[in-house]
């Protein structure tokens, strides 16, 4: 690919100016994930010892098309510690650390810690296990590139994860307790993991919502099968990725409404593009707590 080449010689060219960190980031580990919500995370767990960049942080990029630029190339070619989220949701991500090669960097695959591999459900930060695995992995990694600092990474993740992510947890315990079972609706893979960890009953036909988040196309078939589960009224809330809104997932959104069954929007990126993980992730939770009791 032309990019692949272009980052090559401007990262090889530019490595060297990179590699001079000014004073207010001079002795951090510098970090860069693909993806904004494993960047996140990357940021907190690290405090005042690392510098994290996050590639995709706008919205309303597609994370599976994008294509990186030569400031991406520069991050990447001077970054000890790089995080990509793996199992074919941005292949453009291990290309980019191939082609900026470098002894002392540490590249971190999500798909693979988590044991998915390109062509199952790639959307792992919506697992709170997975995330959880990637908390511990990255403090690991911490102490790893840095051991001097092991405390300090240490005491990092504890308050993460039982003061940042408190609310987080509380409410998957909450749903799982309260709405174990209940059928639930959904417009693409991207909500599998988070319905399984809370519990429900995703009736949507897996192929439907494979399609979608593959940009394929679903069979008549499953689109009848959807238009009767929200008419019948055999689904209570109907889940659906706003950033991937296609014609088919509109109609079953404004099916939904016209039937009174809630629907409840999830992106596949931080929104907003400041929020942190947690904030996003309880402002979803906390939606589809009060669509699931309406």
């Keep these: 690919m032309r990019w692949v080449a272009a980052v ?26 693909a993806e904004s919500f494993w960047g996140s995370i990357a940021s907190q767990l690290g405090g005042g010892r ?48 191939a082609a900026n090669p470098s002894s002392g960097r540490l590249t971190r695959n999500v798909g693979d810690l988590v044991g998915v591999r390109s062509g199952g459900n790639p959307h ?21 590139l840095a051991p001097g600092d092991t405390s300090f990474f240490d005491q990092r993740k504890a308050a993460f994860t039982t003061s940042a992510l408190a609310r987080y947890h509380a409410l998957i315990a909450d749903i799982r307790a309260r709405d174990s079972g209940v059928p639930v609706g959904a417009s693409e893979s991207i909500f599998t993991p988070l319905a399984d960890a809370l519990g429900l009953k995703l009736l949507t036909p897996e192929s439907f919502l494979d399609a979608i988040s593959e940009g394929g196309e679903p069979t008549a078939a499953d689109k009848a099968t959807i238009d009767n589960q929200i008419r019948t009224h055999a ?7 706003s950033q991937n809104s296609t014609p088919d997932v509109q109609a079953q959104v404004n099916l939904a409404k ?37």
């Design 8 to 33: 090559v010689v401007l990262a090889l060219f530019t490595a060297g100016c990179s590699l001079g960190a000014s004073s207010a980031t001079a002795g951090r580990l510098q970090v860069v994930a």
């Design 50 to 97: 690392v510098t994290v960049k996050s590639i995709i942080t706008n919205p309303q990029t597609d994370p599976h098309d994008y294509e990186p630029t030569a400031a991406d190339a520069r991050s990447v070619a001077s970054a000890r510690y790089v995080i990509v989220n793996g199992a074919g949701y941005d292949p453009w991500a291990a290309k980019l650390v």
């Design 124 to 144: 792992r930060w919506y697992s709170p296990a997975d995330v959880q695995r990637v908390i511990d992995q990255i403090t690991a990694d911490y102490t790893r």
């Design 235 to 241: 689904i209570r809330v109907y889940v659906f990725n």
């Design 258 to 294: 016209a039937q009174g069954i809630p629907v409840v929007p999830i992106t596949e990126t931080l929104t907003p593009r400041s929020a942190r993980f947690q904030d996003w992730q309880v402002d979803e939770l906390g939606r589809l707590q009060a669509a699931l009791s309406a």
